[in-house]
């Protein structure tokens, strides 16, 4: 089922990889949070958020202290607004799926999502549809990076919140979680501590 509901765009692709995609925000600091489900462009890709960053826009322009004198950090942007157009939020995220007309799958696409594309945060239903099947999993445990396991613990947190047995869900996803990290017990113990917070 497609949401026909207007979606939350939160940015565009600015770096494309069959498996992993770097996005711009379009406002700083509005970065979707780890472990957020995205859609991609048309047709849709699906990724996970694995990590979100904070830069100047040309890097060969350091930042330099400017709340010395000031009590808040709102403060700071209040007196140097030119701050927000020199700065911006990066997330990125990990390809999790696609779809081929009406069709869901949980895998890599043919073709990485085309620079420039919209990136939009999924709905609730979005969510359920996609993880309703454990089959993603086993993309984000290729990432072996800390910030991959916490993305998919709180994509999972994510997803069984918008799931009707919560419970059962969570007890899916862990089964799959077992079987793909059967030879490493300590990382399959931080992962479920992780999504029972």
């Known amino acids: ?8 765009r939160v940015g565009e692709i600015m770096v ?11 406002r700083l600091h509005a970065a979707p949070p780890l472990g957020a489900l995205l859609r ?26 400017r709340g010395a004198d000031l009590e808040s950090e709102e403060e700071v942007y209040a007196a140097n607004p030119q701050l927000s157009a020199m700065l911006t939020t990066r997330f990125a995220a990990t390809v999790v799926g696609y779809r081929d007309g009406l069709t869901l799958h949980h895998g890599l696409p043919a073709q990485p999502p ?7 945060l999924c709905d ?14 086993r993309l984000l445990l290729a990432d072996r990076s800390p910030a991959a396991d916490s993305a998919l613990a709180g994509c999972l947190r994510h997803a ?8 059962g869900f969570l007890l899916r996803a862990g089964r799959a979680l077992v079987a793909e ?7 399959l113990q ?4 992780e999504i029972s917070v």
């Open 16 to 26: 494309s990889h069959t498996e992993r995609v770097v996005a711009q925000c379009y």
């Open 160 to 167: 069984a919140d918008g799931m009707a047995d919560r419970r």
């Open 124 to 137: 609730g239903g979005e969510v359920g549809e996609f993880a309703g099947e454990p089959g993603w999993l």
């Open 40 to 65: 991609i462009g048309s047709p849709p890709v699906y990724a996970v958020v694995r990590e979100i960053w904070n830069e100047p826009l040309d890097p060969s322009r350091p930042l330099a202290p």
């Open 190 to 193: 931080t992962i479920l501590r």
């Open 181 to 187: 990290l059967s030879g490493e017990p300590r990382r």
């Open 1 to 8: 089922m497609i949401d026909t509901q207007p979606a939350q």
């Open 114 to 120: 085309n620079l420039h594309a919209f990136v939009f």
